[in-house]
């Protein structure tokens, strides 16, 4: 899709709608202007950034175009928003995915959720 043809605003209505990447399925939802994908744990979306090759400024220039923005989800937390809403800082611009935006806060609640979650499983293993 290219610029000339976008048409702002656009909203977006998902329903049964999921994205692939790396072996990794991921749900896709909407609120209309806003995009939700949904990763199910930190090590697939570790799995999916090192399978993808994003230009991160596309993707926002097209988002931004149409008036969207996406937010990339892990185990329900906000780890990443890249379009209209996005405001990158200090962190996206050292990793590396300035105009997105990375969320510290979201990505280590993920994470802990995720060790939480392992812990649990092996607990409940145990006699």
Known sequence: M???????PLSVDTEDL??????????????????FVEVPTA???LRVV????VDFEEVARVLTTAELTTEVRVRGR????????????FVSRELGI?????????ALTALGDGVRA??????SMLP
Do not use: Q
């Open 43 to 45: 090590w697939s979306a």
């Open 50 to 53: 090192r399978a993808a090759d």
């Open 118 to 123: 392992t812990v649990e499983r092996v607990v």
């Open 18 to 35: 999921s994205l692939t990447v790396a072996g990794v399925s991921m749900p896709v939802y909407s609120t209309g202007t806003r995009l």
């Open 78 to 89: 906000t780890v990443a928003v890249v379009g209209t809403d996005a405001r990158p800082g």
């Open 98 to 106: 300035d105009p997105a935006e990375f969320r510290v806060g979201g």
């Open 2 to 8: 290219t610029e000339s043809n976008l048409v702002a």
